[in-house]
């Protein structure tokens, strides 16, 4: 049934293609058909994956596709089960919205044929990297993948900025796919067999382990956006349309988490204490860089770009925990880590995803995407307003939601150090919750400037001052995904119970301790050590503001006026705070972190009084130009080579031909 049900997805996505090939033509079989299909298709994935991981099952076949000689295997297992929900989740919820989001493309100057098409396939490829069981199928799925969401970042291609992106996105994704390759080839050579069971049987050197890690580190890294391979990712998902992005963001990024554990947990068969201190070290920079980078930024989708990257952060560091306790023979603590990381996973999808599904509604009313443009949006949009203020309680780890319990999850992992024999890892890896410490209060302030910008206040701008609330399928998709950030915060135990057969595949051992006290306490190691029930802190919360409304509800009316303004005019938009002031004093302490070019210009008249002060800030990341410029010109001065063979001539051509054909017979011969 399970591989019915995600035979079904695949298949539906791939329909929700063809039917979008005729989508210019008529636009109601993109809105209605096309993401009809795409919602059939998430719900089917969500069961295939949940009827696995339920059943703890491992469902094999083969389909005659491929090479003469290599069919494609397919295998469906609680690991990619799992993934295969998060991926349906998010179909489906923008299955409802985007219908009236792309309404604005309807009779503009891009392609709504384009849009479905890559959709369905990008949806469809992520799908079969996860049930893909041997090398070649793998490949070929992550390129379908890779390749569709070019075509998706590069829609609005008569923007430079999208097209720029486009490449870069392009460039990095096959030098991280031609990693992976490397990696999978090496591994085929030494099981003999390209199918990833050969491999699995494979007992491999610390040397060979190591490099075959690293490998896969690199190219699923460079998917993923790890600090220092992350800057594609802040030009790439902010250009795409909203609902796009929340599938690049919330779940294109997990399947990259995907592959890392696939090669590291499941084919490499003992992993290697500094393997998980690497990726350790790699995570929680990661985490710091990508939520001071966050932090800084006045574009609403490119703040939640460079989040992802600190939330990719965050469940490597729970990876490389989980990697770090499993080698060193604390299986247990190491089962805590990765349950941990896939439950982060999970969370991340569903309020990332929010909250690009919020700043596409923003978008779509308001055409402003810059923080310093907005404001007072809350009385104009209160349905998007509310969606929007519980993913950011949710990416803030503020309890009861839903990313409060991962984080504390991971934090319990890290406080089991002491039980480590190394003195340098009992040091490490305090450290390294002292940096996730870190990047949770950054996070808060980040998302605080967020949502204190651009919906409290009073509107900067016209276009903002006219908002008006989105359709109702728009608020239906944000409303599914806000759901899911309360319940999957107020239920963890019923949610660790339900992933508990992946770590029992993986790693030959679950947490049975985790729901020792029942339903209402999660308690990861043991009751005496530590222990959350979220519902009576929902019911803690309740009763506070219920005992606030009744104080309030027999006093006076209060009045509202405007406050002593010391003679001056009224408070106007102008006197709010802006983003840029909101983070200067993060900019100050963190400034060696950036290339920052300031500038003030003050305009004076001819009686040398100020008439207008400019201020200019620009801030660039130094990977930029240590690492991916250098790549960019390296390919485009390859390309230019290249290029001078195309003369023109005839005479040249025929004559590369019969040269070739004297160094063929010359080779053969």
Request: glycine letters at 8%; proline letters at 4%.
């Amino acid at each position: 049934m399970a591989l019915f049900f995600i035979g079904l997805a695949i298949a539906c996505a791939l329909m929700a293609s063809g039917v979008s090939l005729l989508a210019d033509r008529y636009p109601v079989l993109l809105r209605y058909v096309s993401f009809s299909l795409l919602g059939c298709a998430g719900v089917s994935a969500t069961l295939s994956g949940g009827i696995v991981v339920a059943e703890n099952l491992t469902l094999t076949t083969q389909l005659p596709l491929g090479l003469p000689w290599l069919a494609w295997h397919v295998r469906l297992d609680p690991l990619s089960g799992f993934f295969c929900m998060i991926i349906g989740i998010i179909t489906a919820s923008i299955s409802l919205y985007a219908p009236g989001y792309v309404r604005e493309f309807l009779h503009g100057q891009y392609s709504l044929a384009v849009l479905g098409l890559f959709t369905g396939l990008f949806i469809a490829g992520m799908l079969l990297v996860l049930i893909a069981d041997d090398a070649f199928f793998f490949m070929i799925a992550w390129e379908i993948m890779s390749v569709a969401s070019y075509f998706l970042v590069a829609y609005q291609h008569l923007q430079s900025a999208n097209r720029r992106a486009a490449f870069l996105y392009l460039l990095m994704a096959h030098i991280g796919a031609l990693f992976i390759l490397i990696a999978l080839s090496l591994f085929a050579y030494l099981g003999g067999n390209a199918s990833f069971d050969a491999m699995r049987a494979v007992s491999l050197s610390t040397t060979w382990g190591s490099v075959l890690f690293f490998l896969a580190l690199i190219g699923f890294g460079m998917k993923a956006g790890l600090v220092p391979l992350h800057a594609w990712l802040p030009e790439a998902h902010p250009v795409a349309p909203s609902h796009i992005s929340a599938l690049m963001s919330g779940v294109m990024l997990k399947v990259a988490i995907y592959g890392l554990i696939r090669v590291s947990v499941d084919l490499i068969d003992k992993p290697h204490w500094t393997w998980g201190v690497v990726l350790l070290s790699i995570g929680a920079i990661s985490a710091v860089l990508g939520i001071l980078y966050a932090l800084m930024q006045n574009d609403v989708k490119r703040l939640l770009a460079y989040s992802s990257i600190e939330n990719i952060g965050i469940i490597c560091i729970a990876l490389g925990l989980s990697l770090l306790f499993t080698a060193v023979g604390r299986p247990l603590i190491g089962s805590l880590a990765l349950l941990a990381a896939l439950y982060h996973a999970l969370n991340h999808a569903v309020f990332k995803s929010l909250l690009f599904l919020g700043a596409g509604a923003i978008l779509h009313t308001t055409h402003e995407k810059d923080l310093e443009r907005m404001g007072g949006l809350l009385k104009r949009l209160p349905y998007t307003g509310f969606f929007f203020l519980i993913g950011v309680l949710s990416i803030s780890a503020l309890p009861p939601f839903n990313g409060f319990v991962s984080e504390w999850l991971l934090f319990q992992a890290a406080l089991q150090a002491p039980s480590l024999e190394s003195g340098v890892l009992r040091a490490l890896i305090p450290l390294s919750a002292a940096l996730l410490a870190l990047t949770s209060a950054l996070s808060v302030a980040c998302f605080v400037k967020l949502y204190g910008i651009a919906f409290l206040g009073q509107p900067r701008t016209r276009h903002v001052k006219h908002a008006r609330e989105t359709s109702w399928g728009m608020k239906v998709g944000q409303g599914f995904l806000a759901v899911l950030c309360l319940l999957l915060g107020i239920f963890p135990t019923n949610m660790i119970n339900f992933l508990d057969t992946i770590p029992q595949t993986l790693l030959g051992v679950g947490l049975p301790s985790a729901s020792a006290e029942g339903w209402l306490w999660l308690t990861p190691i043991a009751s005496h050590v530590a222990s959350y029930s979220a519902p009576l802190v929902v019911l803690s919360i309740m009763g506070v503001w219920g005992l606030v409304y009744l104080f309030l509800r027999g006093r006076k009316q209060t009045r509202y006026t405007h406050p002593w303004d010391c003679g001056f005019s009224e408070p106007s938009a102008r006197m709010q705070y802006t983003s840029t002031a909101f983070a200067m004093p993060m900019r100050r302490i963190f400034k060696p972190l950036w290339r920052i070019d300031e500038s003030v210009e003050d305009t004076k008249n001819s009686t040398l009084q100020s008439t207008a002060i400019r201020y200019q800030l620009a801030l660039t990341d130094h990977s930029w130009y240590v690492l991916y410029e250098p790549i960019g010109r390296a390919v485009l001065w390859i390309a230019r080579l290249v290029s001078r063979l195309q003369t023109g001539n005839i005479r040249v051509y025929l004559t590369y031909s019969f040269f070739t054909l004297i160094i063929l017979l010359w080779v053969i011969t």
